[in-house]
């Protein structure tokens, strides 16, 4: 089945480092891939997502490419914020069938000023 | 725009009672409808996915008969959880998606079940 391998945090960095959140994944098919956020006390949000081979999605400061050679589809910033501060989960969702998504395990991220 | 919406926020029930928790789509008719289940520090796990008016598709491992979905119009999803145990304790998370042809999925913000 399809599965979704995530680094383990937390990651802690300082405001304005560079962030990379690795992010590999397993499919049958040829799956959409997402980064959520959830904020603290809050829901998941969709940050930014690809739908086909070198797409690379963006949001906020936030990129992403899918990379269907190394399956992978890793997160990065060039300069966070301690507002970035939150759970970073990397999913897929296939293209057909039910379409419901397949989460990594989640990254803690933490921003000290 | 893509507002997702839960009721209640928060629950505590003691062992034994059911509970009804609400998912609802504001502003847009949601073909399709998937509850998660969120552990502590964990990812989220899919418990069933729903569409309007059929029954619902559960996962592997989940029990239909304790975890009832019911999908009874394009902006209204409810799980009731029968008969809780402390066990059942969780984050509760609904999410919707409104095109059959795009999958991108629109979460509630969650609904935090504590059975005593």
């Known amino acids: 089945g399809d599965s979704v391998t995530q680094m383990e945090g937390p990651v802690t960095l300082s405001e304005e480092a560079f962030l990379t959140i690795n992010c590999t994944y397993t499919?049958?098919?040829?799956?959409?891939l997402f980064w959520y956020v959830q904020y603290p006390g809050e829901g998941l949000q969709l940050l930014l997502k690809?739908?086909?081979?070198?797409d690379k999605g963006s949001n906020k400061g936030f990129e992403a490419t899918y990379r269907k050679e190394t399956t992978s589809f890793h997160l990065e910033k060039g300069s966070v914020q301690v507002s970035d501060s939150a759970v970073y989960f990397c999913?897929?969702?296939?293209?057909?069938?039910?379409?419901?998504?397949?989460f990594g395990s989640g990254t803690r991220l933490q921003v000290q000023p | 725009g893509a507002v997702v919406s839960q009721h209640p926020s928060w629950v505590i029930c003691k062992s034994g009672t059911s509970v009804k928790i609400e998912c609802r789509s504001l502003?847009?008719?949601?073909?399709?409808m998937f509850w998660y289940r969120q552990f502590p520090k964990q990812s989220l796990m899919l418990m069933a996915t729903?569409?309007?008016?059929?029954?619902?598709?559960?996962e592997q491992g989940v029990e239909k008969d304790k975890f009832l979905i019911n999908h009874a119009s394009l902006t209204l999803s409810t799980l009731t959880v029968t008969s809780a145990h402390p066990e059942d304790s969780s984050f509760y998370i609904c999410?919707?998606?409104?095109?059959?042809?795009?999958?991108?999925?629109?979460f509630g913000p969650g609904t935090r079940l504590t059975v005593l």
């Open positions: 999410s919707a998606s409104e095109s059959l042809s795009y999958n991108e999925q629109f």
């Open positions: 499919a049958t098919g040829y799956p959409s």
């Open positions: 690809a739908t086909k081979a070198d």
């Open positions: 999913a897929l969702s296939e293209r057909t069938g039910r379409r419901a998504l397949t």
């Open positions: 502003d847009f008719q949601a073909t399709t």
């Open positions: 729903s569409n309007e008016g059929s029954k619902a598709t559960y």
